[in-house]
Protein backbone atom coordinates (compact mmCIF):
# COMPACT_ATOMS: atom_id res chain seq x y z
CA UNK A 1 0.00 0.00 0.00
CA UNK A 2 1.71 3.36 -0.89
CA UNK A 3 1.87 5.88 2.31
CA UNK A 4 0.06 8.79 0.72
CA UNK A 5 -2.52 7.67 -2.28
CA UNK A 6 -4.62 10.17 -3.98
CA UNK A 7 -7.10 9.45 -7.07
CA UNK A 8 -5.07 10.70 -10.24
CA UNK A 9 -7.80 11.94 -12.10
CA UNK A 10 -7.99 13.90 -14.74
CA UNK A 11 -10.57 16.27 -12.80
CA UNK A 12 -11.82 18.44 -16.19
CA UNK A 13 -13.96 21.10 -14.79
CA UNK A 14 -15.40 24.46 -16.07
CA UNK A 15 -14.15 27.43 -14.58
CA UNK A 16 -15.85 29.23 -11.71
CA UNK A 17 -16.64 25.16 -10.85
CA UNK A 18 -15.61 24.19 -7.28
CA UNK A 19 -13.66 21.02 -7.23
CA UNK A 20 -12.35 18.77 -4.35
CA UNK A 21 -9.54 16.26 -4.21
CA UNK A 22 -8.71 13.93 -1.72
CA UNK A 23 -5.71 11.93 -0.02
CA UNK A 24 -5.33 9.30 2.62
CA UNK A 25 -2.42 8.65 3.99
CA UNK A 26 -1.06 5.35 5.93
CA UNK A 27 1.50 6.41 8.36
CA UNK A 28 -0.72 7.32 11.65
CA UNK A 29 2.74 8.64 13.18
CA UNK A 30 2.50 11.79 10.16
CA UNK A 31 2.62 15.46 11.75
CA UNK A 32 2.60 17.76 8.79
CA UNK A 33 0.65 17.74 5.91
CA UNK A 34 0.44 19.58 2.53
CA UNK A 35 -0.93 20.47 -0.88
CA UNK A 36 1.86 21.34 -3.41
CA UNK A 37 1.26 22.22 -7.12
CA UNK A 38 3.27 20.90 -9.76
CA UNK A 39 3.12 22.45 -13.49
CA UNK A 40 4.23 20.29 -16.42
CA UNK A 41 7.97 19.52 -16.11
CA UNK A 42 8.16 21.90 -13.40
CA UNK A 43 9.25 21.38 -9.70
CA UNK A 44 6.65 21.38 -7.22
CA UNK A 45 5.95 24.49 -5.04
CA UNK A 46 4.08 24.88 -1.91
CA UNK A 47 -0.01 25.82 -2.02
CA UNK A 48 -0.80 25.63 1.17
CA UNK A 49 -0.22 23.63 4.85
CA UNK A 50 -2.82 21.76 6.31
CA UNK A 51 -3.89 21.91 9.90
CA UNK A 52 -6.78 20.04 11.82
CA UNK A 53 -8.62 22.83 12.54
CA UNK A 54 -8.76 23.28 8.65
CA UNK A 55 -7.38 26.33 6.55
CA UNK A 56 -8.39 28.34 4.37
CA UNK A 57 -6.27 30.62 1.86
CA UNK A 58 -8.59 32.79 -0.42
CA UNK A 59 -10.18 30.43 -2.93
CA UNK A 60 -8.62 27.37 -1.34
CA UNK A 61 -9.62 25.29 1.71
CA UNK A 62 -7.63 22.28 3.39
CA UNK A 63 -9.18 20.10 5.79
CA UNK A 64 -7.17 17.29 8.24
CA UNK A 65 -9.28 14.41 9.62
CA UNK A 66 -6.26 12.72 12.06
CA UNK A 67 -8.98 9.80 12.87
CA UNK A 68 -9.37 8.94 9.14
CA UNK A 69 -6.23 9.50 7.66
CA UNK A 70 -7.46 11.63 5.35
CA UNK A 71 -6.97 15.14 3.69
CA UNK A 72 -8.71 17.45 1.38
CA UNK A 73 -8.20 20.45 -0.81
CA UNK A 74 -10.95 22.01 -1.78
CA UNK A 75 -10.64 24.96 -4.83
CA UNK A 76 -13.85 27.38 -5.54
CA UNK A 77 -14.15 29.56 -8.34
CA UNK A 78 -11.65 27.78 -10.36
CA UNK A 79 -9.64 29.47 -12.90
CA UNK A 80 -7.41 28.42 -15.85
CA UNK A 81 -3.91 29.14 -14.45
CA UNK A 82 -5.28 26.41 -11.64
CA UNK A 83 -4.42 23.99 -14.00
CA UNK A 84 -1.97 21.35 -12.80
CA UNK A 85 -1.02 18.42 -10.83
CA UNK A 86 -1.67 18.33 -6.77
CA UNK A 87 -0.11 16.93 -4.96
CA UNK A 88 -0.82 15.73 -1.08
CA UNK A 89 2.38 15.74 1.11
CA UNK A 90 3.01 14.22 4.15
CA UNK A 91 6.24 14.66 6.80
CA UNK A 92 6.38 11.82 9.24
CA UNK A 93 7.89 12.42 12.74
CA UNK A 94 11.33 12.44 12.82
CA UNK A 95 11.88 12.09 9.28
CA UNK A 96 12.68 15.54 7.66
CA UNK A 97 12.04 14.31 3.89
CA UNK A 98 8.57 14.44 2.72
CA UNK A 99 6.34 11.67 1.20
CA UNK A 100 4.50 12.80 -1.54
CA UNK A 101 1.37 10.99 -3.24
CA UNK A 102 1.43 10.64 -6.70
CA UNK A 103 -0.69 13.74 -7.11
CA UNK A 104 -4.22 14.64 -8.56
CA UNK A 105 -4.29 16.18 -12.27
CA UNK A 106 -6.51 19.28 -12.40
CA UNK A 107 -7.61 20.32 -16.17
CA UNK A 108 -9.75 23.39 -15.55
CA UNK A 109 -11.50 24.30 -18.88
CA UNK A 110 -12.81 27.67 -20.62
CA UNK B 1 10.99 33.41 -0.65
CA UNK B 2 14.31 31.30 -0.51
CA UNK B 3 15.79 30.01 -3.79
CA UNK B 4 17.59 26.76 -4.98
CA UNK B 5 19.03 26.45 -8.65
CA UNK B 6 19.96 22.87 -10.35
CA UNK B 7 22.24 22.91 -13.20
CA UNK B 8 21.83 22.03 -15.45
CA UNK B 9 18.44 21.55 -16.48
CA UNK B 10 18.57 19.57 -18.88
CA UNK B 11 21.12 17.12 -19.48
CA UNK B 12 21.37 14.54 -22.62
CA UNK B 13 24.11 11.70 -22.57
CA UNK B 14 25.00 8.53 -24.07
CA UNK B 15 24.45 5.18 -21.75
CA UNK B 16 27.88 4.27 -20.09
CA UNK B 17 28.69 8.22 -19.44
CA UNK B 18 28.50 10.14 -15.81
CA UNK B 19 26.54 13.09 -15.06
CA UNK B 20 26.82 15.12 -12.08
CA UNK B 21 23.80 17.29 -11.07
CA UNK B 22 24.78 20.89 -8.95
CA UNK B 23 22.03 21.61 -6.03
CA UNK B 24 23.23 25.18 -4.73
CA UNK B 25 20.77 27.14 -2.04
CA UNK B 26 21.86 31.12 -3.10
CA UNK B 27 20.17 33.13 -0.45
CA UNK B 28 20.32 30.91 2.44
CA UNK B 29 22.46 27.87 4.36
CA UNK B 30 21.21 24.23 4.37
CA UNK B 31 22.47 21.78 6.62
CA UNK B 32 20.08 18.95 4.94
CA UNK B 33 19.12 19.06 1.11
CA UNK B 34 16.89 15.94 -0.51
CA UNK B 35 17.49 14.60 -4.14
CA UNK B 36 14.17 13.14 -5.42
CA UNK B 37 13.68 11.24 -8.54
CA UNK B 38 10.59 11.51 -10.77
CA UNK B 39 9.23 9.65 -13.40
CA UNK B 40 6.53 10.17 -15.84
CA UNK B 41 3.39 10.54 -14.16
CA UNK B 42 4.77 9.32 -10.55
CA UNK B 43 5.42 10.64 -7.17
CA UNK B 44 8.66 12.39 -6.26
CA UNK B 45 10.82 9.97 -4.70
CA UNK B 46 13.42 10.35 -2.27
CA UNK B 47 16.67 8.78 -3.03
CA UNK B 48 18.96 10.15 -0.54
CA UNK B 49 19.58 12.75 2.20
CA UNK B 50 22.59 14.91 1.70
CA UNK B 51 23.91 16.16 5.01
CA UNK B 52 26.78 18.82 5.14
CA UNK B 53 30.05 17.41 5.92
CA UNK B 54 28.89 14.03 5.89
CA UNK B 55 27.98 10.56 4.36
CA UNK B 56 24.54 10.96 2.62
CA UNK B 57 21.92 8.59 3.35
CA UNK B 58 20.24 6.60 0.49
CA UNK B 59 16.46 5.23 0.55
CA UNK B 60 15.76 1.73 0.51
CA UNK B 61 16.98 0.60 -2.89
CA UNK B 62 18.40 3.65 -4.33
CA UNK B 63 22.31 2.11 -5.44
CA UNK B 64 24.89 4.55 -3.34
CA UNK B 65 27.68 3.19 -5.67
CA UNK B 66 25.68 4.62 -8.52
CA UNK B 67 24.48 7.64 -7.11
CA UNK B 68 27.13 9.42 -5.57
CA UNK B 69 26.33 12.10 -3.31
CA UNK B 70 28.59 15.02 -1.84
CA UNK B 71 27.55 18.06 0.41
CA UNK B 72 30.47 19.75 0.39
CA UNK B 73 29.51 23.39 1.61
CA UNK B 74 26.65 24.53 3.35
CA UNK B 75 25.25 25.86 -0.35
CA UNK B 76 26.11 22.54 -2.55
CA UNK B 77 25.16 19.55 -3.40
CA UNK B 78 26.19 17.21 -6.04
CA UNK B 79 24.34 14.19 -7.13
CA UNK B 80 26.13 12.37 -9.85
CA UNK B 81 24.93 9.35 -11.55
CA UNK B 82 27.56 6.89 -12.70
CA UNK B 83 27.65 4.67 -15.67
CA UNK B 84 24.03 6.31 -16.87
CA UNK B 85 21.91 3.43 -18.96
CA UNK B 86 18.29 4.50 -20.35
CA UNK B 87 16.33 3.33 -17.34
CA UNK B 88 18.18 6.21 -15.08
CA UNK B 89 16.27 8.93 -17.73
CA UNK B 90 14.14 10.87 -15.27
CA UNK B 91 13.66 14.28 -13.20
CA UNK B 92 15.89 14.59 -10.67
CA UNK B 93 14.19 17.54 -8.01
CA UNK B 94 16.55 18.63 -5.21
CA UNK B 95 15.31 20.27 -2.36
CA UNK B 96 17.13 22.16 0.37
CA UNK B 97 16.21 22.46 4.50
CA UNK B 98 16.64 26.06 6.07
CA UNK B 99 17.20 26.46 9.76
CA UNK B 100 13.06 27.11 10.32
CA UNK B 101 12.92 23.62 8.39
CA UNK B 102 10.79 24.66 5.67
CA UNK B 103 12.16 22.96 2.47
CA UNK B 104 12.61 24.62 -0.90
CA UNK B 105 12.74 22.62 -4.22
CA UNK B 106 15.18 23.38 -6.92
CA UNK B 107 13.59 23.81 -10.69
CA UNK B 108 14.54 20.08 -11.47
CA UNK B 109 16.99 18.14 -14.29
CA UNK B 110 15.62 16.17 -16.77
CA UNK B 111 18.28 13.52 -18.03
CA UNK B 112 17.89 11.38 -20.62
CA UNK B 113 20.21 8.79 -21.50
CA UNK B 114 20.54 7.49 -24.88
Known amino acids: RKEVEQDPGPFNVPEGATVAFNCTYS??????FFWYRQDCRKEPKLLMS???SGNEDGRFTAQLNRASQYISLLIRDSKLSDSATYLC???????????FGSGTRLQVQP | GAVVSQHPSRVICKSGTSVKIECRSL??????MFWYRQFPKQSLMLMAT?????????EQGVEKDKFLINHASLTLSTLTVTSAHPEDSSFYIC??????????FGPGTRLTVT
Open chain 2, 50 to 58: SNEGSKATY
Open chain 2, 27 to 32: DFQATT
Open chain 1, 89 to 99: VVNKKGRRALT
Open chain 2, 95 to 104: SARDASGEQY
Open chain 1, 27 to 32: NSASQS
Open chain 1, 50 to 52: VYS
